[in-house]
Structures are given as structure tokens and as C-alpha cells.
């Protein structure tokens, strides 16, 4: 909501700005979308590793006291 009054008084005092930022905007998301992509496997990565560093010592029967 907070978005469209922003883009609307935008619109009032900067319409050629506006609109270059309307057609910009998914323009934008497209370019960071595979960098997003990119982030989400390598934090799959990451929980792989730990998943792995961590189980002798899940099998081992460590429990952490901080968890309930």
C-alpha cells in the first residue's frame, strides 16, 4: 500500500521517472533472478556440509543443551 502512494505522488511530480521505473522494476527482478538462484543452492550446500560434519556426532548421541 505504502508502495503505491509512494509511486503515485512520484506520478504526480515525476511522471517520466515513474514510468521508467514501472518499466525498469521487472527488469531488474529478471537480472537478480539467477543470483537468487544461485543463493538458495548454495545454502542447500551448506546445509549438506553440515548435515555431514555434524553426524558423528548425531550418531554418537550428542545432544545440544540449548534446544528443548
Request: hydrophobic share 65%.
Amino acid at each position: 500500500m505504502l508502495g503505491l502512494i509512494l509511486w503515485l505522488i512520484l506520478l504526480c511530480l515525476c511522471w517520466p521517472l515513474a514510468l521508467l521505473a514501472l518499466i525498469l522494476y521487472p527488469l531488474a527482478w529478471l537480472i537478480s533472478l539467477p543470483f537468487r538462484l544461485v543463493g538458495i543452492g548454495m545454502e542447500a550446500v551448506f546445509a549438506l556440509l553440515k548435515a555431514v560434519l555434524f553426524l558423528p556426532a548425531r550418531v554418537l548421541g550428542y545432544r545440544d543443551s540449548r534446544r528443548t
